[in-house]
């Protein structure tokens, strides 16, 4: 499962461990993503989303319509 957010396309970030010794080596930050199922009442149907928290927190202050055509609109969905 790629962790990239469907709505706000948030992916990865990468960044070093360091250890006590300041001893760098590299390692990966992954985005808080989870699946979840949103209704459609226009379309009477079900989705599911692989969604970031920000994601959620965009699906609740414009709707779930309006966060879906932001990203058709930046290409994220299809």
Same mark, same amino acid.
């Given at each position: 499962?790629? *962790?990239?957010? &469907? ?5 990865? &970030? %990468? !960044? ?19 699946? *979840? ?6 379309? %009477? ?9 920000? !994601? ?21 969905? *299809?």
């Amino acid at each position: 499962m790629s *962790k990239v957010c &469907q709505i706000t396309g948030i992916s990865y &970030q %990468n !960044g070093n461990n360091v250890s006590h010794s300041k001893r760098r080596t590299k390692r990966r930050f992954l985005p808080n993503v989870s699946s *979840k199922k949103f209704f459609i009442p226009e379309e %009477n149907r079900w989705v599911t989303l692989k969604v970031s928290s920000a !994601g959620l927190r965009l699906i609740d202050k414009v709707g779930l319509r309006e966060a879906v055509r932001r990203a058709e609109a930046n290409g994220l969905l *299809k």
